[in-house]
Structures are given as structure tokens and as C-alpha cells.
């Protein structure tokens, strides 16, 4: 039998929602960074995890490479995925 799907949504402070699935898969948190390049340039990478944990490393891992990317700085911003059946 197949696992129930459901969507996850997930609101930043910022109003941008994100909405993922429909997946049976059991992830709690949405990660978003977004990194200023300088001149107004940003780009923006996101992920979704299956823990607030797991997505507290993503935060740690982004300083090293942020430098050699050269940005200026970055936003890191953890939400938690709200379930809603498909």
C-alpha cells in the first residue's frame, strides 16, 4: 500500500510562501539563504529537512563557502513545514 501524500507549506517572516509535494516524505523544516553578492545582486538557495537539527547544520556549513564565494553577507532563515492533506 501506498504512503498517504500531503503538502507542506512553509511562510518566512519576509510573506514569501513556499508550498512542496505532494510527498509522503516526513520533512519538518524549509531552510532558505540568501546571499548578497554587492551591486544589488542576490541569489537564493532553499531545501527542506527532516529535522530543525539538520537544518541548523545547513546554517553552519554556509559561513566557509560564503567567503570563498566572495559575499558580501548572507540571510539564513529556518521555518517549520506546515502539513496539509492533498
Known amino acids: 500500500m501506498a504512503k498517504k501524500k500531503y503538502l507542506l507549506t512553509a511562510t518566512l ?8 509535494g505532494p510527498t509522503a516524505t516526513p ?9 548578497h553578492l554587492g551591486g544589488g545582486r542576490t ?3 532553499w531545501g527542506h529537512t527532516k529535522s530543525l537539527a539538520e537544518a541548523r547544520r ?12 566572495g559575499w558580501d553577507r548572507y540571510d539564513f532563515e529556518i ?8
Open 79 to 86: 521555518v517549520e513545514l506546515v502539513r496539509s492533506s492533498d
Open 27 to 35: 520533512f519538518t523544516h524549509y531552510w532558505r539563504l540568501v546571499a
Open 13 to 20: 517572516p519576509d510573506g514569501y510562501v513556499k508550498t512542496i
Open 58 to 69: 545547513k546554517r553552519a556549513a554556509a559561513s566557509d563557502p560564503g567567503i570563498a564565494r
Open 43 to 45: 541569489e537564493v538557495f
